[in-house]
Nanobody, 123 residues
Framework: VQLQASGGGLVQAGASLRLSCAAS????????MGWFRQAPGKEREFVAT????????VYADSVKGRFTISRDNARNTVDLQLISLKPEDTAVYYC?????????????????WGQGTLVTVSS
């Protein structure tokens, strides 16, 4: 499975962005798909994840109410809508795919990773 993230950019605080991740290859093996982010000098952290059928979503407390994850299995894409962006949201955002059906816990639960897309939020 190959994952390609896009949609990052430089925006001002309060703005919105939509990140997209396109999957290719053996996509039938994908179950949960998630987004993580890594700010400069910090560890990669969980942002959001969505189940295989799109019926369950889990969010980090820091983004609840501002970010929305969605997926389109017909197109093999997973999107992350970001609104009310804050400078502390600045990071490289990575999409990831798991292959197990239980809720993934941490980066080690995801088997495939995209290359990341940079989101920079200025104050």
């Amino acid at each position: 499975v190959q994952l390609q993230a896009s949609g990052g950019g430089l925006v001002q605080a309060g703005a919105s962005l939509r990140l997209s991740c396109a999957a290719s290859g053996r996509t039938s093996s994908m179950t949960w798909m998630g987004w993580f982010r890594q700010a400069p000098g910090k560890e990669r952290e969980f942002v959001a994840t969505i189940s295989a059928n799109g019926g369950s979503m889990v969010y980090a407390d820091s983004v609840k109410g501002r970010f929305t994850i969605s997926r389109d299995n017909a197109r093999n894409t997973v999107d992350l809508q970001l609104i009310s962006l804050k400078p502390e949201d600045t990071a490289v955002y990575y999409c990831a795919a798991a292959t197990k059906y239980w809720l993934p816990r941490g980066t080690q639960s995801y088997s495939y990773w995209g290359q990341g897309t940079l989101v920079t939020v200025s104050s």
